[in-house]
């Protein structure tokens, strides 16, 4: 599985981006997806993880900083993830990862398998 992420850009404080992650491979929808952020100087972090729960039922986590103001959401059919972040905090500044697995600890960076590349996400205040 390759991963490629893109729609990172700099916002003003209050606003808003949706991040986008296209996945290779045949068996995207059975994969547990999930974004992680990395701000200078700190550890990689959780924030939002889709995962699958066989047939079409997916479970959504998010780490607590962005409930209510990101969403996680996935098109099976264009082998894409998405993540709709509102209300952007300059603490949100960040680069963002996507990355996959299977039977995944929605937040352990170290149970995903696939990574993408980053992309940075800059907010002012």
């Known amino acids: 599985v390759q991963l490629q992420a893109c729609g990172g850009g700099a916002v003003q404080a209050g606003g808003s981006l949706r991040l986008s992650c296209a996945a290779s491979?045949?068996?995207?929808?059975?994969?547990?997806m999930g974004w992680f952020r990395q701000a200078p100087g700190k550890e990689r972090e959780f924030v939002a993880a889709?995962?699958?729960?066989?047939?079409?039922?997916?479970?959504?986590d998010y780490a607590d900083s962005v409930k209510g103001r990101f969403t996680i959401f996935r098109d099976n059919a264009k082998n894409m993830v998405y993540l709709q972040m509102n209300s952007l905090k300059p603490e949100d500044a960040a680069v963002y990862y996507c990355a996959a697995g299977s039977g995944v600890n929605s937040y352990n960076p170290g149970t995903y398998v696939y990574w993408g590349q980053g992309t940075q996400v800059t907010v002012s205040s």
């Open positions: 491979g045949r068996t995207f929808s059975s994969y547990d």
């Open positions: 889709i995962r699958w729960s066989g047939g079409s039922t997916y479970y959504l």
